[in-house]
C-alpha cells in the first residue's frame, strides 16, 4: 500500500526503471567486466591509464548500473576491429632531445637510444598489446627517465659502467594481473632513471606527477 495516497504499491516490474532499486552486482560480474576491459585495452581501444582507472571502478562498483557506465563506449565482441596504430618501435636521441608522451602503441620489443642526449618516455597513456612489453634502453653518455603508472607490473633489469641505472618513486604493489613493462637499462657514463607514478596522478604534468611520487618514496623509507 502506498501510505502517500492510499493506492496499492505497484509491482516492482510494473515500475519506471529510474524507481526500480538497482540490482546488485556479484563479485564474478566485476570480474567478468574487468576481464573485458582488459581485452579492449590488449587491441588498444584502452590506454594503461584508462585501464588501471576503470578496473579500479569496477572492483568498487555495487550495482549493475555502475559496472555497465564502464564499457558503454566500447564495441562488443562482434564488432569490428577499428584501424590500429601504427606500432611504436624505437625512441632516438642524439646529441639532442626527444620526448614521447600522449597516446601511441608498444608492443613486443622496444628500442630507446640516447647519445650525448636525453629521451623521455611517459608510458601513463600508451596502449600495450598483449601481457608484456620489453623496453632495450642504451644510454651513452646521455640519459633516459622512462614513466609508468604504479598499476602496471615493471621489472628493471641490466647494468651501468661509469654511470648509473634507478628506479623511483611509488613502491605500491601493482594489480594482480596487470601487464608488464619490462626494462632492459644499459649505460655507458651515462643514466636511465625509470619513475614509477601514482595511477591517481594521470591527466598531471610530469612536475607534479613526479612529487606525488616522491612523497610516496619517502612514506615508504620512513
Known sequence: M???????????????????????????????????????????????????????????????????ILTRDLPDHQAQPKVRRKVTRWFVAIMGGSTRRGRFRLSGSVMSIAVMGGDTIDLRDAEVDGDEVVIN??????????????????????????????????????????????????????????????SESRGKPLKEAKRAAKRLERESDG
Open 2 to 68: 502506498d501510505e502517500a495516497d492510499g493506492r496499492p504499491e505497484r509491482p516492482e516490474a510494473e515500475r519506471p526503471e529510474a524507481d526500480r532499486p538497482a540490482t546488485r552486482a556479484s563479485d564474478s560480474e566485476r570480474d567478468q567486466v574487468v576481464e573485458l576491459l582488459s581485452e579492449h585495452a590488449a587491441v588498444g581501444r584502452l590506454t594503461l591509464a584508462e585501464l588501471e582507472e576503470r578496473i579500479q571502478q569496477a572492483y568498487n562498483a555495487r550495482t549493475h548500473a555502475e559496472l555497465a
Open 137 to 198: 634502453a642504451f644510454a651513452l653518455m646521455g640519459g633516459t627517465d622512462i614513466y609508468v603508472p604504479d598499476s602496471i607490473e615493471l621489472v628493471v633489469e641490466g647494468f651501468a659502467l661509469m654511470g648509473g641505472n634507478d628506479e623511483r618513486g611509488s613502491r605500491r604493489p601493482a594489480r594482480a594481473g596487470a601487464p608488464v613493462i619490462r626494462i632492459r637499462a644499459y649505460s655507458l657514463m651515462g643514466g636511465i632513471d625509470v619513475w614509477r607514478l601514482p
